[in-house]
């Protein structure tokens, strides 16, 4: 479903996403993992069409998107959440969704709106409450709720479980693997917490200075001496991947 070939992206003199090749099909959870700096948040924003890439390809269902603008990469089914979640402040929970699902879809669809917020458990908050009363938890709910309400194929998450007390993110877990087959969507994930990574997904790539440095299972990839180097050497040296 979505593959890159060679993609680049430079800041200046900065290399901050270098030649990485990376098949995905439209199925699973993909954990996508790496120091900070790493440019795991720069490959997200070149896939879903946020930064413009220096040179290489982005293809989806084999169709090339490389410069096909934000909402047209929606449209085709690439979904995303922000790290920092961007709710629109003064609208209601409800609201924030139909707003997103006009943007990905370009129609409004008041059943499905409601199912997803159903299963994010915002069905309680969706009509009265403004996006700004919310705690993290349903905020982060939120952000999820709004990538699902474009109707992406494709969800690219960026850190959602950040921040979350151990039960909320087991229950936010709990959802993101009922999610793939609910939705009928594919995944990836940033995440710094390895263990969290580990027990979500099945696959795992590493980035490390913008390069690719590893692609398997977590078992396969946390055991790679590149990857240990990559975070004892370069990495933020506070525990975190
Ligand atoms: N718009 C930009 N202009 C210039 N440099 C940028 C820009 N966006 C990111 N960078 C730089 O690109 C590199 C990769 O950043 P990026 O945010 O993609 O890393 P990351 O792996 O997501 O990090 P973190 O885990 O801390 O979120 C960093 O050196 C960052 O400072």
Redesign the pocket.
């Known amino acids: 479903m979505l593959e890159l070939d060679r993609l680049t992206?430079r800041?200046?003199g900065?290399t901050?996403?270098n030649a990485v090749s990376l098949r995905m099909d439209g199925s699973g959870v993909l954990g996508l993992v790496?120091?900070?700096?790493?440019?795991?948040?720069?490959?997200?924003?070149a896939i879903s069409g946020l930064?413009k890439p220096t040179a290489g390809a982005i293809r989806f269902d084999g169709r090339d998107v490389m410069r096909a603008p934000m909402h047209k990469r929606a449209h085709l089914g690439i979904g995303r959440t922000f790290?920092i979640p961007q709710p629109m402040h003064e609208l209601t929970v409800r609201e924030n969704l139909v707003v997103a699902q006009r943007f990905g879809t370009g129609k409004v669809d008041m059943a499905r709106i409601d199912e997803i917020l159903d299963f994010t458990s915002l069905a309680g908050k969706a009509r009265r409450d403004a996006a700004t009363s919310l705690a993290l938890t349903e905020l982060k709910a939120l952000e999820v709720a709004k990538a699902l309400a474009t109707n992406p194929r494709l969800l690219l998450l960026?850190?959602v479980l950040a921040g979350l007390e151990t039960s909320g993110k087991r229950r936010f877990m709990g959802m993101l693997k009922e999610m793939q087959q609910r939705f009928g969507v594919g995944i990836v994930i940033?995440e710094?917490d390895i263990e969290t990574i580990s027990s979500l997904c099945p696959r795992v790539a590493v980035?490390n200075f913008?390069e690719l440095i590893a692609d398997g299972t977590p078992d396969e990839v946390f055991r790679d001496p590149a990857v240990i180097k990559s975070y004892t050497g370069a990495g933020?040296g506070d525990g975190h991947a």
């Open positions: 992206v800041f200046g900065l901050a996403v790496g120091p900070n700096g790493a440019g795991k948040t720069t490959l997200f924003n930064v790290q960026d850190e940033i710094h980035l913008g933020t």
